[in-house]
T-cell receptor, first 114, second 114 residues
Framework: AQTVTQSQPEMSVQEAETVTLSCTYD???????LFWYKQPPSRQMILVIR??????QNATENRFSVNFQKAAKSFSLKISDSQLGDTAMYFC???????????FGDGTTLTVKP | ETGVTQTPRHLVMGMTNKKSLKCEQH?????MYWYKQSAKKPLELMFV???????ENNSVPSRFSPECPNSSHLFLHLHTLQPEDSALYLC?????????????FGSGTQLSVL
């Protein structure tokens, strides 16, 4: 079974600064995807960024980038130039491609302060 | 908007009531999911439907009964619930069969069982 651990229940950052959210996972699979989802106060979870395990290059989406360390089973999310709208709960998720279902971490609540 | 719509947004019910949650997706996806999100706990996968067939029942009590009449609609029928069933119930969909199972979530139904 896969497990996903987010060790930071809450974090805060000043507007325009950079923040990194941590995620580690445990799996014996070699073929999988990793995701970061954002859940703002409106409750609707949306995908922030996705990483394929077979790709060595770290995924980036505008101000969002990941540091994927496959050997260490680490998948951190870096948010640059933080904006007030980034305030949300962030979930790290692991997808076992063979099983076709995702496992989520406990989430990190991020507050961006003006 | 993610293309996944859930109704109602809020629901309060007594332990003897029968109610249903509805989820509809307009994305042409073939897989649909029910997740339970409780305070201080990670998202719990409840049910998975692929091409209208239930492929996952994650040891969910029988007081929760899913129904998937077609690949665009998913219901969760509730009866004789317990107060500990109070939670946010999230519906999600994904393309299915592509190996890239990015999830698209609805806004959830906040359920309170009195």
């Amino acid at each position: 079974a896969q497990t996903v651990t987010q060790s930071q229940p809450e974090m805060s950052v000043q507007e325009a600064e950079t923040v990194t959210l941590s995620c580690t996972y445990d799996t014996s699979e070699s073929n999988y995807y990793l995701f970061w989802y954002k859940q703002p106060p409106s409750r609707q979870m949306i995908l922030v960024i996705r990483q394929e395990a077979y790709k060595q290059q770290n995924a980036t989406e505008n101000r969002f980038s990941v540091n994927f360390q496959k050997a260490a089973k680490s998948f951190s999310l870096k948010i640059s130039d933080s904006q007030l709208g980034d305030t949300a709960m962030y979930f790290c998720a692991f997808l076992n491609t063979n099983a076709g279902k995702s496992t989520f971490g406990d989430g990190t609540t991020l507050t961006v302060k003006p | 908007e993610t293309g996944v719509t859930q109704t109602p947004r809020h629901l309060v019910m007594g332990m003897t009531n029968k109610k249903s949650l509805k989820c509809e997706q307009h994305l042409g996806h073939n897989a649909m999911y029910w997740y339970k999100q409780s305070a201080k706990k990670p998202l719990e996968l409840m049910f998975v439907y692929n091409f209208k067939e239930q492929t996952e029942n994650n040891s969910v009590p029988s007081r929760f009964s899913p129904e998937c009449p077609n690949s665009s609609h998913l219901f969760l029928h509730l009866h004789t619930l317990q107060p500990e069933d109070s939670a946010l119930y999230l519906c999600a969909s994904s393309p299915a069969g592509t190996g890239d199972e990015k999830l698209f979530f609805g806004s959830g139904t906040q359920l309170s069982v009195l």
